[in-house]
C-alpha cells in the first residue's frame, strides 16, 4: 500500500514537472511583445528585455519598425497570429483607431503610479486605454540674468501685459543693454513650426476650451482667439534680434542666439532644454501669455506623441505579464534610469527623476492649480499644406503689417483650416 502511494506521489511530480516543461504552469505566466515606437530607444529596450528575463524569467521581445512605418507595421503585427500584447498609440485618434483592440487600464497597478491623469487617453465610454511613458512641454524660456538687468524677476511676468512690459524695453534699449528680448522668430522651413504650430496652438486651446472637447480633427474654426494669437506674434516678431522682415526671411540660429546671451526670452521646449542650460545653468521657462483673461493661471503647452496601450485580444497570461513588465518599468530604479536618459523623464512616482528644468517647471504650474495647454496642434489638417500656407501669410505680413495684410493672416489661419479639412476628407461642394 505505502508503495503504491509512493509510486502515485512520484508520478502526480512527474506530471507536474511535464506541464510546467509546457508552460502552464511556467513562473512567467506568459510573455511580452512590445513592438516600439522609437527607433532611438531600440538598443535600451533589448538591454531591459534581457535584464528583464534574467530576474523575472520572463520572454520580452522588442520590434522596432523603421521611422515612418509604425502605423502600417502595428497593422500588420495586429492582424498576425502572434500580436504584440504592449503597442504604442500617438493621440487620442490613434488612441481611437484601437479602442477595440485596448485594454481598460483605468484601475491597474501601472496606472496608479502616474504622476498626474491628466494625459491619459480614454475611450467613448470615459475609460482610460492608454497612458503616457514620457511628456514634453514648450512655451518661452527666459534667461533671469538678463531680466534681472533691467530691474525685473521672472516671477514678475504673470500675464501677457507684463511681458509685453519687458520685451519692449529690452528690445528699445538693446544698443546699450548689448541683448535683445526675442532671439530671431524665423519664417524659414527650419523655424516656422514655432510660429505655424506650436504658437497657433494658443487659438486652438482656447477655442476648444470655450466649445466642446477636439476628439477629432473639427471641420473648422471661428477664430475666436486669433486676436490674442496676433497680440504675442505682434510682441515676438517686433522685439527680436532681426527686424520682421530679416525674420521672414529666415537663416537664423535663434537657440544659439539665446544660449550666447544675446537674447532673453527665446521659443523653445524640453527637448531644448540640455543645450540651453549647459550656457544658461538658471534658465528657466514661461507660459504663452496672450492677453486671454485668466491666463495668470496658465501652464505650459504639454502633451505626449508617446502612450502605452496592452492589447485585450491577446492570450490572459500575456495581458497579466504585459501589466507587470509595464509596472516594473516605471518602479524599478535600474529600469526606469535606463529610460530617462534616452526620453527625458517618465511621468510615474517611483521613476527616476527627470533632470529636465523645463519639465520640472511645469509640475510647478500644475501643483500650483494651473491649467494646462493642451496640444492641439496635432490635429491640423493636412499640416505640411495647412502650415506652408499659413507661414507665407505670415511673411508677408512681416514684410508690411496692415490691416490688410493681417486679414491674409486670418484667411490662412481660420480658411485654411476647413479648406484643408475638405481637401483631406474629399469634400467637394455640390
Not at 14 to 36: E, K, Q, T
Amino acid at each position: 500500500m505505502k508503495i503504491k502511494r509512493v509510486a502515485a506521489l512520484a508520478l502526480a511530480v512527474m506530471m507536474i514537472l511535464s506541464l510546467s516543461a509546457c508552460g502552464l504552469f511556467s513562473s512567467s505566466g506568459g510573455s511580452v511583445y512590445w513592438l516600439n515606437y522609437k527607433p532611438e530607444l531600440e538598443d535600451t529596450l533589448l538591454s531591459i528585455a534581457a535584464r528583464y528575463k534574467e530576474e523575472k524569467g520572463v520572454d520580452v521581445k522588442i520590434v522596432t519598425p523603421e521611422s515612418g512605418a509604425y502605423n502600417s507595421t502595428l497593422r500588420a503585427e495586429m492582424a498576425s497570429d502572434e500580436p504584440p500584447t504592449m503597442f504604442v498609440v500617438t493621440d487620442q485618434k490613434s488612441a481611437d483607431e484601437w479602442a477595440s483592440s485596448a485594454l481598460d487600464l483605468s484601475s491597474r497597478a501601472v496606472t496608479s503610479e502616474l504622476t498626474t491623469a491628466a494625459y491619459n487617453l480614454t475611450d467613448e465610454d470615459d475609460k482610460t486605454i492608454a497612458i503616457p511613458y514620457c511628456l514634453e512641454c514648450y512655451g518661452i524660456a527666459v534667461n533671469p540674468s538678463l531680466i534681472e538687468i533691467v530691474g525685473y524677476s521672472v516671477d514678475d511676468i504673470t500675464d501677457f501685459d507684463t511681458l509685453k512690459l519687458l520685451a519692449e524695453a529690452i528690445h528699445n534699449n538693446a544698443s546699450w543693454l548689448g541683448y535683445d528680448a526675442f532671439s530671431s522668430p524665423d519664417l524659414d522651413d527650419g523655424s516656422s513650426w514655432r510660429l505655424t504650430a506650436h504658437l497657433a496652438n494658443l487659438e486652438y486651446y482656447y477655442e476648444e476650451k470655450d466649445g466642446s472637447s477636439w476628439d477629432e480633427c473639427p471641420a473648422s474654426l471661428t477664430g475666436a482667439y486669433m486676436q490674442n494669437y496676433k497680440q504675442l506674434y505682434d510682441v515676438i516678431v517686433n522685439n527680436a534680434a532681426s527686424t520682421p522682415e530679416e525674420a521672414a526671411a529666415g537663416g537664423h540660429q535663434p537657440l544659439d542666439e539665446f544660449a550666447a546671451g544675446k537674447t532673453a526670452f527665446c521659443l523653445a521646449g524640453s527637448w531644448d532644454y540640455a543645450k540651453l542650460s549647459a550656457a544658461i545653468p538658471d534658465v528657466t521657462i514661461i507660459p504663452y501669455y496672450c492677453g486671454v483673461k485668466g491666463e495668470e493661471k496658465a501652464a505650459l503647452n504639454s502633451g505626449s506623441e508617446n502612450y502605452w496601450a496592452v492589447n485585450q485580444l491577446a492570450p490572459e497570461e500575456d495581458q497579466k505579464a504585459t501589466l507587470a513588465f509595464m509596472k516594473w518599468l516605471v518602479t524599478d530604479a535600474e529600469a526606469s534610469s535606463m529610460l530617462v536618459e534616452q526620453l527625458g523623464n517618465m511621468p510615474y512616482k517611483n521613476a527616476k527623476e527627470a533632470v529636465n528644468g523645463f519639465l520640472a517647471k511645469q509640475d510647478e504650474y500644475l501643483a500650483d492649480g494651473c491649467y494646462r495647454m493642451d496640444w492641439l496642434m496635432t490635429y491640423q489638417p493636412n499640416v505640411d499644406a495647412y502650415r506652408a500656407d499659413l507661414r507665407d501669410a505670415l511673411k508677408v505680413y512681416n514684410t508690411d503689417q496692415t490691416d490688410e495684410n493681417w486679414e491674409k493672416v486670418r484667411a490662412a489661419f481660420v480658411d485654411g483650416w476647413a479648406k484643408q479639412y475638405d481637401a483631406l476628407n474629399n469634400v467637394y461642394p455640390e
